[in-house]
């Protein structure tokens, strides 16, 4: 039981770091990326080739992994980042879908769809085999709250307000002299970067990762916790994203109790549950269940 | 004030929850022209927009003929006999003339040629432009198209926010000609004009706004006479 | 060329062409890109399933019944779902409308299950046109495309209901304010494109089979040769259908035949950098 709480913790902590990185896309610039697969699974492939296929040390391939996230959303926010919302959010869910394809065709390097198994792990006998997984949730919990922080002080610090100004209004914001795209750029890469470390520490923490974990969904549920938290709100999120990976791996627990539940009636049951979720919280809560604080200027006093 | 077609009575309306327009009170009766000057930012437009069913109004009343429309949709004030031209965005660009005067007569639709006719005679000009798209023609021809799809229903209350706007004057005398036609045949004329001393010569009273609220409605010719009056609005000295 | 590659992209083409102008039809009037369409496609297809396997009706009657009923989910959906959280950003609303779309799918998932379908209809043979192979069903699907389209362009053009569609769809404010009810041409824009993307679950469990994936995977074509066209275009997604249904085939040519969907995703990305309007759409107006 211990360790089912255990490993529901570690898959709610890759959740908050997506969401997290999602928050700082959207939530603070209100730029639309749909294809967080991709850079979840860029993460993923990118750190557990390096480590498994050319022998490099868990950590650099990490950082590594890191790294291709940030460059591929720099690249992506460089070509794609003054295009409409809804086309934003198409070619993006295409980056993401071209990434999964890609890893199920070119199986000699990533092994397609048979899976890529990944031996190596970070911190490997610091503790003892059955303590391991607490250790790799304290190394998660401490990723999210490096990811928090940076995203709290991005949101705090007059960047911050240099977003929400590109977010409300990007005429104004560029008439004011912000260099709005060179901002765009740069907090979709830093996205971008933490969807990457998301991966790779969801690879090698599972140790079999294969492409049909990437597919467009996990953006979708991403979003929904975003949206379903509070749009903005990093403290929001982190309840959303908390709320819909229990519902999605916690109602699997039922199957475990309850085997005579069919399980693809389950897992049905289970996506039309958080899609409910969502649609409701909407209607009760239309700013989510931690709305962003309030940014007050002159022109809000009067109400 | 009894006999007026319409009545406005208290009414305070704004965007969202701030209001922009404080306890105005109005009527225009049948066969009348009512300007609403004053300066930007007064509340004209908005005041227009409540009394067409676009806004809300958080207090006060709204009648035509006797029956409440206040905090009804537009479309149902419309069936009410109310016409109103918005002073932008008043056309749809991408259907042709034609198409803008057949969707002004929507919920009249039994006299769509008639009045058609009736409104090409008034403005001969878009007669050559009818399959023309109405985003493709200039901001005169616009103006004519917008205010021409109001008199599609033969509306008994005409709402007009600045007809006049970006015309020519040779073209701003023809509008104004049009309205005061139109007028003739007994309709009651809500208008908001920049050209006051234009407006004010065409009609029967005249309504100052300032800051949201109404600051004196009085006789056209006394507005036009008064040196306050002519001083803080119209911008000119006598 | 080869004629045969290009009889399945023409029939690719009319599987994603009414369902993308029935998307540009909603877009229209509805102001968000709601992508339920692909759960509204499936529940196409299983309602004709349904009638035609488990009823036993004639197909065409059974067709007829999807398309009543998707036209009502369509509506229901609108009215229950969407038109609540209209003051919501588009964006916010596609994510939910996407939600919405497995929640459809899932339900129907919860039904049927994932196994593979397909109508009771006799077998015939293909047809061979100059060498290239087309069966009966095809051949309906392709006409009855091509009348469904010309259909929906003479009724925006010519009838009252049409004009009001587009009225709304050019400036919802002022078609209410000449007496036009959001209400019922809201309603009246759903039961129609309801109706299409009925027929295009019937449509593709002909050509391919009927499972709850069958409308998720036909929504990235169909958002694309919309977009392609020119958002709120009918004939602009026409056109956008033909260049992505064909695209789509002709990449068999090229690349391993999985790497299918990526060429609509392409298309999108390569076209939407040079034109952001689409082919036929007009730049949008910066208020």
């Not at chain 1, 199986?107 to 911190?123: F, K, N, S």
């Not at chain 2, 949201?212 to 006394?222: H, N, P, R, V, Y």
């Not at chain 3, 002022?174 to 009925?198: E, H, K, M, P, Y």
Request: one cysteine or more; proline letters at 4%.
């Amino acid at each position: 039981m211990l360790a089912y709480i255990v490993s529901l913790a570690t898959f709610v902590g890759f959740f908050m770091l997506l969401a997290i990185a999602l928050n700082l896309q959207w939530g603070m610039t209100g730029m639309v990326n749909f294809g967080i697969a991709g850079f979840y699974a860029l993460g993923a492939y990118t750190s557990g080739i390096l480590s498994s296929k050319l022998g490099l040390p868990v950590g650099l391939a990490m950082m590594v992994a890191v790294l291709a996230g940030l460059a591929a959303g720099a690249a992506l926010a460089l070509l794609s980042g003054r295009l409409r919302d809804d086309y934003l959010a198409i070619v993006t869910l295409g980056f993401g879908e071209i990434v999964r394809l890609i890893i199920l065709n070119e199986d000699q390097i990533t092994e397609g769809p048979r899976g890529l198994r990944i031996a190596e792990q970070p911190l490997a006998g610091w503790v003892s085999v059955e303590n391991y997984p607490l250790l790799y949730l304290g190394l998660v919990v401490l990723a999210v709250a490096v990811a928090f922080a940076l995203s709290e002080t991005i949101r705090r610090a007059p960047m911050g307000r240099v977003l929400r100004a590109i977010r409300e209004d990007e005429l104004v914001a560029s008439v004011l002299g912000k260099a709005v795209l060179r901002h765009k750029i740069r907090i979709f890469a830093i996205g971008g970067g933490i969807m990457g470390l998301a991966g790779a520490l969801y690879a090698h923490y599972v140790q079999n990762i294969s492409p049909d974990v990437f597919l467009p969904m996990v953006a979708i549920f991403i979003w929904m916790s975003v949206i379903v938290g509070g749009a903005g709100n990093n403290w929001g999120l982190l309840l959303g994203a908390g709320i819909v990976m229990v519902l999605l791996e916690g109602s699997r627990f039922i199957g475990d109790i309850a085997p005579w539940i069919d399980a693809e009636k389950l897992s049905a049951g289970r996506i039309i549950l958080i899609g409910v979720l969502l649609i409701v919280t909407l209607h009760l809560r239309p700013q989510g269940l931690i709305p962003e604080p309030r940014y007050r200027n002159k022109f809000q006093r009067k109400s | 004030m009894s006999e007026a077609l319409l009545e406005v009575e208290n009414v305070s309306t704004g965007y969202g929850k701030i209001d922009i327009v404080f306890g105005a009170s109005l009527g225009v009766a049948a066969g009348e022209i009512v300007s609403v000057i004053g300066p930007n930012g007064a509340g004209k437009s908005t005041l227009l927009k409540a009394i067409a069913g676009v806004l809300r109004c958080s207090a006060g009343d709204i009648r035509i003929k006797g029956e409440t429309v206040a905090n009804r949709p537009p479309s149902e004030v419309a069936r009410l006999g109310l016409a109103y031209v918005p002073q932008e965005a008043n056309v749809f660009r991408q259907m042709t003339v034609d198409e803008n005067l057949t969707i002004g007569g929507w919920v009249d639709r039994g006299h769509v040629r008639e009045r058609r006719e009736r409104v090409l005679e008034l403005f001969p000009d878009l007669r050559v432009h009818l399959g023309t798209r109405a985003g493709n023609l200039s901001g005169g021809q616009r103006q004519m198209v917008a205010f021409g799809m109001a008199l599609m229903v033969a509306p008994s209350v005409l709402l007009l926010d600045e007809p006049s706007a970006g015309l020519s004057p040779k073209m701003v005398a023809e509008m104004f000609a049009a309205v005061k036609k139109v007028n003739a045949t007994g309709v009651a004329v809500l208008m908001i004009e920049q050209n006051a001393i234009q407006a004010l010569d065409i009609s029967h009273r005249g309504v100052v706004m300032a800051g949201g609220e109404i600051a004196l409605i009085d006789d056209a010719s006394a507005l036009l006479a008064s040196e306050n009056v002519s001083e803080l609005y119209l911008g000119t000295r006598r | 060329m080869n004629l045969q590659l290009f009889v399945n992209g023409l029939v690719n083409a009319s599987l994603i062409a009414p369902p993308a102008i029935a998307f540009t039809l909603l877009f229209g009037v509805l102001r968000f890109p709601n992508f339920a369409i692909g759960g509204y496609i499936t529940v196409g297809a299983f309602m004709a399933y349904t009638a035609n396997v488990i009823f036993a009706w004639p197909l065409v009657a059974a067709t007829l019944f999807a398309m009543a009923v998707t036209a009502l989910v369509v509506w229901l959906s609108d009215v229950v779902v969407f038109a609540p959280l209209r003051n919501q950003e588009p964006v916010t609303l596609l994510v939910v409308s996407i939600a919405f779309s497995l929640i459809l799918e899932n339900l129907v998932r919860l039904f049927f299950a994932s196994d593979v379908r397909g109508f009771d209809i006799p077998l015939e043979r293909p047809i061979k046109v100059m060498g290239a192979r087309i069966t009966p069903e095809q051949l309906d699907i392709l006409m009855l495309a091509f009348a469904i389209t010309v259909a929906v362009h003479v009724v925006l053009r010519f009838t009252r209901f049409g004009k009001a569609m587009r009225a709304v769809a050019d400036n919802p404010v002022l078609a209410q304010v000449r007496g036009l009810s959001l209400r019922w041409i809201t309603a009246g824009t759903c039961a129609l494109a309801g109706a299409i993307f009925g027929l295009t679950g019937v449509f593709a469990g002909l050509d391919l089979v009927i499972e709850p994936l069958i409308g998720w995977n036909l929504t990235i074509p169909i958002f694309a040769a919309a977009i392609l066209g020119g958002i709120g275009s009918p004939m602009g997604a026409l056109v956008g259908a033909i260049c992505v249904g064909m695209a789509e085939e002709l990449t068999i040519l090229v690349l391993p035949s999985t790497y299918k969907i990526a060429v609509g995703f392409l298309i999108i990305a390569v076209f939407l950098l040079l034109r952001p309007q689409g082919l036929f759409g007009q730049p949008e107006i910066k208020k």
